[in-house]
């Protein structure tokens, strides 16, 4: 009786979610699950923290409709988290109604409430990247007389060099890379389709230096993480974004014309594969350097490009005291925290 008690209750509903639903019944990808586990970890911060419900008391009564409510609007105001990323939040929570409803049919009614959440609508923003001279200097401001700051450098140049997502870097171990000319980093990303991207020679040797300097060279160091915090674990993305930010308010500073948009790990791809656009690289090379199924995908970046030089001649034309002719634009068409924390 314990034991079903137990399986019940909010925590043993959310082991059996993370731990069998998830990989098993669903097999979704690691990437996937770790997302899902953020999402429940900062719903019981914000029970925590906000509603004063310490994990260890948190039952089926604290997860309502009204409560999801309010954890999403948190989210968005208190953590500046992105409509995007609150709709994949509300997501994760939904799968996890799903389980608890055919697992336990008497909470079926609130999450029939909250699977009623409708996602919320994005507003499109523009496609934010920064130039080259921006990323220039922003690698200048690192101190690599430390050897923090020599980890920062590799980190934030491979970042942008190979156009990976951040939890592509994240998971990279010093046995992903081939230092020899060609220099490659073999990349995993969404549903785990894995893909090689070439090193520029600068980067290649600029790696190999930071792997020698962590002792990360010998072969059995191969699986170990490529960055890793002083817990020697593996970064997260915040810490990722940590690491990046340190850099940005330096380089305002000293150019408050520079680096006006927010910066995130996201940026650096958005960015590499700007500039690989305007030296006219085709589309289809840069759809395979970003992992992109289709290159449909990519034709964002030659779209904004676009957009960007019709600007350009635009201000020229009221440079001149002119009036550039009208035409028509294409584009209209606790322990259960410890528990979460602990899944990899």
Request: aromatic share 8%.
């Amino acid at each position: 009786m314990t034991m079903k008690k137990n399986n019940k209750s909010f925590s043993g509903m959310l082991e059996v979610f993370f731990l069998t639903y998830l990989p098993g019944e669903l097999g979704l990808s690691s990437n996937t699950i770790r997302s899902y586990r953020d999402t429940f970890i900062q719903f019981l911060s914000y029970m925590d923290n906000v509603k004063k419900v310490s994990p260890d008391k948190l039952t089926f009564e604290h997860f309502n409709k009204e409560d999801i409510l309010h954890f999403l609007k948190w989210l968005e105001d208190s953590n500046g988290n992105t409509t995007n990323t609150r709709n994949q939040r509300l997501g994760a929570i939904k799968s996890f109604c799903k389980l608890v409803m055919y697992k336990c049919p008497e909470f079926v009614h609130q999450c029939t409430d909250i699977l009623g959440i409708r996602a919320k609508k994005q507003r499109k923003d523009s496609l934010k990247y920064i130039s080259f001279d921006e990323l220039t200097c922003l690698l200048s401001q690192i101190n690599t007389k430390t050897k923090k700051g020599r980890r920062d450098l590799v980190l934030i140049s491979l970042l942008y060099n190979t156009g990976a997502r951040v939890q592509e870097l994240i998971n990279l171990t010093p046995g992903d890379l081939r230092l020899e000319n060609p220099a490659t980093v073999e990349l995993i990303g969404k549903g785990n389709k894995k893909r090689i991207v070439p090193l520029d020679p600068p980067i290649a040797k600029l790696v190999e230096g930071y792997l020698n300097e962590q002792g990360l060279q010998h072969v059995k160091m191969s699986d170990y993480p490529l960055f890793f915090n002083s817990r020697h674990e593996s970064l997260t993305t915040p810490g990722v974004t940590y690491i990046i930010n340190k850099y940005v308010p330096i380089v305002r500073k000293l150019h408050p014309e520079m680096l006006t948009i927010n910066i995130t790990p996201h940026v650096f791809r958005h960015s590499r594969a700007m500039h690989l656009l305007q030296k006219n690289v085709p589309l289809p090379y840069i759809r395979d350097i970003l992992g992109h199924v289709s290159v449909v995908t990519t034709e964002i970046y030659a779209k904004v490009d676009s957009k960007l030089k019709r600007e350009a001649l635009e201000k020229a034309y009221e440079d001149l005291g002119l009036k550039e002719p009208e035409t028509k634009s294409w584009d209209n068409k606790s322990k259960l925290k410890e528990f979460l924390k602990s899944l990899s």
